[in-house]
DNA sequence: TATTGACTATACATTATGTATATCTAATTT
DNA sequence: AAATTAGATATACATAATGTATAGTCAATA
């Protein structure tokens, strides 16, 4: 006799509103704690009013927990008006706009911080994140081809790509923040990305 | 009775030898090991050929050890090359070799890599390894002290300042180290530094 | 009414850091 | 030569964290 099964509205909305309330906790946990080696599952499961095999339940490890943050705070980071932001008329433009959406996106959460420094502790998490930026190089690469003068080498390209990929990763957000509001960091890593782009231009044309 | 104690040359002679040789383990370690979570005093000490007690016994603690080991490598970095280049005539000149130090610094020895990486689960740690950077930043200072205009702003020279911070800081170095040789990172960030020096240019000279 | 899905309770294995205590051995002192 | 001392070892223990296993609870569903 094969086991029913079935899909609960209720059980599922229940599920998936507990799921919420962990990642709520986790996020807190991270917001509010002095650094990642404080993050235990324990610790969150406690917060969230739940037992720590709940959380193994939901996220399966530490790990899935922690990407599962990451993703939230994603989708609500303002990430999503990069499409606009790369259909604009002038790429250098665009490319100003991309930075400030970079830097309101690493200051609005200062879990993001503690998620990479999980990032040093577990490869296959630090991975995962990787992957998530690999989009932020390919929309950078897109931008540059736009700029780029026709002249310009493939090597000259990639040095800017890979310049400004860095100018706007959370390491040197976080290193410039030191002193320094979000809006005066933003115009910072602008001015030195619009410096980045100086190669691309044949100086005969 | 006081207890009567001594200093014994082929004593403290044994225990600086199994001191260097804990720390050679331990480097070893963290150079071969995957990630920094797979360092464990257990594997260094067997490594190192002694017992984990001795290696409490020399450095106290986990952190000890990899300050200790993060010391070794500064010594034989060759940072000691800085001296020279902050006298250089041409304060441009001295950025450029400043850069070229630092590439070689963290690209002399894997570790500081994973060492950078226990920056984020050990905030003690990463204050002393901050510390051992302000360095950095203080003869960085000087050198745009150097090369500002007059009228250069005091904002725009910390902003200068903290930029080519970032800039040759490891975390910039290892994210343009992906498909790049040492030298060809140099190079970039060499151009983004001098780019960096444009604001502290008065128009008006 | 029986079953199922999400969560709980409890227990256990494993791995690390860090501390405590007693012991061993070779280098020094008296 | 004998007592002592510094460094290393052996063994044990406390604590905390991840992850797995097994059985039980309870409301939603068939």
Redesign the pocket.
């Known amino acids: 006799m094969p ?4 899909v ?5 909305a ?2 998936a509103e ?2 919420e309330r962990v990642i709520e906790a986790a996020s807190r946990t991270l917001r509010e704690g002095e650094s990642i080696a ?5 610790s969150v499961a406690k917060a969230a009013g ?2 720590r ?2 959380v ?3 996220f399966g ?3 899935g927990l922690l990407e599962a943050v990451f993703d939230e705070i994603a989708r609500h980071g303002g990430l999503h008006q990069l499409a606009d932001a790369m259909t604009m008329a002038d790429p250098r433009a665009a490319l100003d706009r991309m930075v400030e959406i970079f830097c309101t996106f690493w200051s609005r959460d200062s879990a993001v911080g503690r998620l990479h420094d999980a990032m040093a502790t577990d490869p296959e998490f630090a991975e995962a994140i990787r992957e998530r930026n690999e989009r932020r190089r390919r929309g950078l690469t897109a931008l540059i081809d736009r700029i780029a003068d026709k002249g310009a080498s493939p090597q000259a390209r990639k040095d800017a790509v890979d310049l400004i990929f860095a100018l706007t990763s959370y390491p040197t957000f976080a290193s410039l923040s030191a002193g320094r509001s979000r809006d005066e960091v933003c115009r910072v890593v602008q001015r030195a990305c619009r410096a980045a782009l100086a190669p691309l231009s044949n100086p005969s044309s």
Chains 1, 2 share one sequence.
């Open positions: 086991p029913r099964s079935y609960s509205p209720a059980r599922s229940a599920a507990t799921r404080r993050f235990s599952l324990d739940v037992t095999l709940t193994y339940n939901q490890s530490r790990r």
